[in-house]
Every structure is written in C-alpha cells, then in structure tokens.
C-alpha cells in the first residue's frame, strides 16, 4: 500500500493510528516497535530485509523529510510493506512525488472542519462512542473548544467515564477553555445576528488583549465596504482591491443597503462616546452595547 496523505493532521493521524492497530492487532510491543519506522533516511530502507525478520511493516515520510529525496523509484516493495507520505500541504509538482503517485500510489485529501461543522462532528463521535449528550451541551463543546478535534476528542473520552446524560451545567463546571477566537469568527456572528454567541466571543477576545476601540473601528470598515458592494459598481468595488473571497463572503451577506448604513449609525454613535473617554468597564459597556444593537437591526 503506497498513500499520500494530506491535510488534517487530527484525521492523518487518527487514520494512521487505525492502520496500524488492524495491521498489527494482537502484536506484542517489541514487534510493533520494529514494524513501524518514522522518516528513514534513506529509500533503500524501505527494500532492506528488517533486522528481526518481519515482513509487515509500516514506513511514515512527513512531506518535509521525504521532498528532500531526488527521486523514488524502488524496484521491489517488499510484499507487506505499506509506505506513507503525510503533511499539510503536498507539491505534487516536485519529482519525487511524480515517481510516488506514478508508482500506483493513492492521494487521499483529509479537510478540516469549519467551526459550523463541528457540532455535527461531536454527535457522530458521541454516537459512536454511546455518550449520551445533550444539544445545548454539544454546542457549548463546541462554543469552548472550537476546531481542536483533539482537545474534544480527550474531553469526550474524560466525559465518557462519568456514566450519565452529560448536560450543559456538566460542562461548564469540567469544560476548558481551549479556543481562541478571533475578530472573523465575531464578524461572522454579528453578520448572522446571533447576539448571544457574539457576547461570548466578544468577551473572551477582549479578555484575550483585544482593544474594543480596535474591535469598533474593524467593524465601521467592514460596514464601509459592504456598503459599496451593495452598490454593484463594480468600478468601486474593483478599488476596495479586496481578495475574491472576501468580496465572495460580504456579497452573501443579507445585509440590505439600509441596514448596512443604519448599522454605521450605530457604530459612529459608538465612536463618538469611546473619544469622550471613561474607564475600562465603561468603554466594555459601549462596545458590547454596540454590538447588541448590531444585532438587532
């Protein structure tokens, strides 16, 4: 078996581990130890007879050792032997990895998982593991570990072993904190008018240094642009010299002209009261206010 993995690293390993545990089920530690080796240093290895004469092995390249290589043309690949390349990103265009893939090896791709697909992830992992979990507990998983598929997968487990019905109140008494959110992911929020979720991400960036005047100032640009998208001139458009996603993403949002000017309302009003001054907690205040009345155009 010849495979290039790419992508995930949570889902390359999480493969690879189950590879290896059917391939070499019931194997004792010692043989497992000999039966997999980790970025060779050198291509004849995976031809030379192991030295404690097994004949399944497993041979792992990360992408950044094994594109070092000139080319990879073995003549025998002893029977057994299954060979994986893994990384993040693969250039297909180097010509080792021409020699790999020429050599009848399979590309598989594994994508992570966007935030709004992670709720789906921890019900399918539950269901297979027999957790009983809650909806509103599943999404405050998800609300408090974000993409860390790892992290969630550890945490599931530890909650595995309480033996009941696992509840919101469950985790926000045995939950860690673990994602860090950033001002898209409030963007995204405010965008789809859910205040709640835009509260809490708001409160944990501004607790995690973000300045709220920097957070009010982020979103009077992003208003100012999708104003002139909603223009449809695509001579002003042009000159926003905005990514195509980004033009792609605020082009689907269903702010209305209207709303987006009554939004910059909102949001110079917000400016005016933070240049009068006034204390941390004041100025918290302003900014989540702001943003509560964002969400309620």
């Not at 002893?78 to 994986?84: A, E, H, L, M, Q």
């Not at 985790?171 to 509260?199: G, M, P, T, Y």
Request: charged fraction near 30%; charge should be positive.
């Amino acid at each position: 078996m010849l495979k290039i993995l790419e992508g995930s690293d949570f889902f390359i390993q999480e493969f690879l581990q189950q590879h290896i545990e059917s391939k070499f089920k019931g194997c004792d530690e010692r043989r497992l130890k000999y039966s997999i080796l980790r970025n060779p240093s050198a291509l004849s290895s995976i031809t030379n007879v192991s030295s404690i004469g097994l004949d399944d092995r497993v041979i792992i390249w990360n992408f950044e050792n094994f594109k070092k290589f000139e080319s990879f043309a073995p003549y025998v690949v002893p029977k057994g032997t299954d060979i994986f390349v893994i990384g993040q990103k693969i250039d297909k265009r180097l010509v080792v990895i021409k020699d790999f893939l020429s050599y009848n090896a399979e590309h598989k791709i594994f994508k992570d998982l966007y935030p709004n697909q992670i709720e789906s992830w921890i019900l399918d992992r539950s269901k297979k593991m027999k957790l009983k979990i809650q909806p509103e507990a599943t999404k405050m998983i998800a609300l408090l570990y974000g993409v860390n598929l790892g992290e969630i997968l550890k945490y599931l487990e530890e909650l595995k072993e309480l033996n009941v019905i696992i509840t919101k109140d469950i985790v926000l008494k045995s939950a860690s904190f673990v994602n860090k959110f950033s001002i898209f992911e409030l963007q995204d929020e405010v965008f789809s008018k859910r205040f709640n979720k835009s509260l809490y991400i708001l409160t944990k960036l501004i607790k995690d240094g973000e300045q709220p005047f920097l957070i009010m100032r982020y979103f009077i640009n992003q208003f100012d642009k999708l104003i002139t998208i909603r223009t449809n001139d695509e001579g002003l458009i042009e000159d926003l010299k905005l990514h195509s996603y980004v033009v792609k993403k605020l082009k689907e949002s269903r702010w209305t002209l209207y709303q987006c000017k009554k939004a910059l309302d909102i949001l110079r009003n917000c400016e005016n009261s933070f240049l009068k001054g006034g204390d941390s907690n004041f100025i918290e205040y302003l900014i989540k206010r702001c943003i509560f009345n964002l969400c309620k155009i």
